[in-house]
């Protein structure tokens, strides 16, 4: 089933305008206020519930082999933070990201990305197209 173009539209407003006040939050209150923390914790976790209240991503068809490169990815990233939390000497990935995010023009875009990643991951099919 289709939404019509206003539904859309309406739910674009309504992702992007609490979308716009996390942003300009993390921006002005810095990255490791309270505040921000607060804002993208509480985006977070909204977005994480309504992918599981509309079950998003169930009608996808199986990622299958493909997901190799991607679950090498992840063990790889598990492993370098457990090598940090052994050894004081080697950098968390968010030590080595702080440069980069210290100016807070980045810092909005990577936020904006974030939620648009979420945003992405809501939108996957809930239903399986009925064959005709």
């Known amino acids: ?3 019509s173009p206003v539904a859309r539209r309406l739910t674009s407003v309504a992702v992007a305008v609490p979308g716009a006040v996390v942003v300009a939050v993390v921006v002005v209150g810095g990255e490791l206020s309270p505040a921000a923390l607060l804002a993208v914790g509480t985006a977070g976790a909204v977005v994480a519930g309504l992918g599981l209240a ?3 991503g169930e009608a996808a068809p199986p990622v299958g082999r493909r997901a190799l490169p991607w679950l090498g990815w992840l063990v790889a990233a598990g492993a370098w933070e457990l090598v940090t939390l052994a050894d004081d000497d080697v950098p968390t990935v968010s030590d080595l990201a702080d440069p980069l995010l210290a100016h807070p023009v980045l810092r909005g875009a990577a936020t904006v990305c974030w939620l648009a990643a ?3 991951l809501l939108a996957r099919p809930r239903r ?3 064959a005709r």
């Open 1 to 3: 089933m289709r939404s």
């Open 54 to 56: 509309r079950r998003s």
């Open 118 to 120: 979420g945003a992405w």
């Open 128 to 130: 399986r197209a009925r």
